[in-house]
């Protein structure tokens, strides 16, 4: 007894040599896709790192929290960027550091952002408002411009 073969197996080998041009395709031009995910933020606790590939330029910059504050800075000690960001609490933040002394408005999750330039420590601190006037500090977090 002879098989009978289906008429779209005939079709069926090109098909799958074209979805794996397709798919190699893709690969080759998810390479800077890759890459910019690789330079992703890994956080553990209050510490945060990324690793960046090899022969890919970027800013020198630094990102942390403490408690309910956190703080990011981009750039480098002849121009630099800090941005303040409260999370889970009214109030504001204070970010200051060389050439920066800038408060947000008071609201819920409370964020501010500053040009700055110089060498020196960067900080933003967050400060809970239920209990206005006055309300405690939610979290002090610095890093260093260089």
Same mark, same amino acid.
């Given at each position: 007894? &002879?098989?009978?073969?289906?008429? !779209? !197996? &005939? ?5 799958? =040599? ?8 893709? $690969?080759? /031009? *998810?390479?800077?896709?890759? $890459?910019? !995910?690789?330079? @992703?933020? /890994?956080? %553990?606790?209050?510490?945060?790192? !990324? ?5 890919? %330029?970027?800013?020198?910059? *630094? ?13 480098? $000690? /002849?121009?630099?960027?800090?941005? +303040? %960001?409260?999370? =889970? ?7 200051? =550091?060389? =050439? #920066? ?9 409370? #964020?501010? /952002? @500053?040009?700055?330039? +110089? @060498? +020196?420590? @960067? ?6 408002? #239920?209990? *206005?006037?006055?309300?405690? %500090? ?6 260093? #411009?260089?």
């Amino acid at each position: 007894m &002879k098989p009978i073969i289906p008429p !779209r !197996r &005939k079709t069926l080998f090109p098909v799958l =040599g074209l979805t794996l041009t397709l798919l190699t395709g893709m $690969a080759t /031009t *998810a390479g800077p896709a890759l $890459a910019q !995910r690789s330079t @992703a933020y /890994t956080c %553990s606790g209050q510490v945060c790192i !990324r690793v960046i590939p090899e022969g890919m %330029s970027v800013a020198m910059d *630094a990102y942390g929290c403490n408690y309910k504050t956190c703080v990011t800075l981009t750039g480098n $000690a /002849t121009k630099y960027t800090i941005k +303040g %960001s409260g999370h =889970g609490f009214f109030g504001h933040v204070h970010i200051w =550091g060389p =050439g #920066v002394n800038r408060y947000s408005d008071i609201g819920p999750d409370p #964020v501010v /952002t @500053a040009l700055g330039r +110089g @060498a +020196g420590k @960067a900080c933003a601190e967050g400060w809970d408002l #239920v209990n *206005a006037p006055l309300g405690p %500090s939610v979290g002090l977090a610095c890093k260093d #411009v260089r």
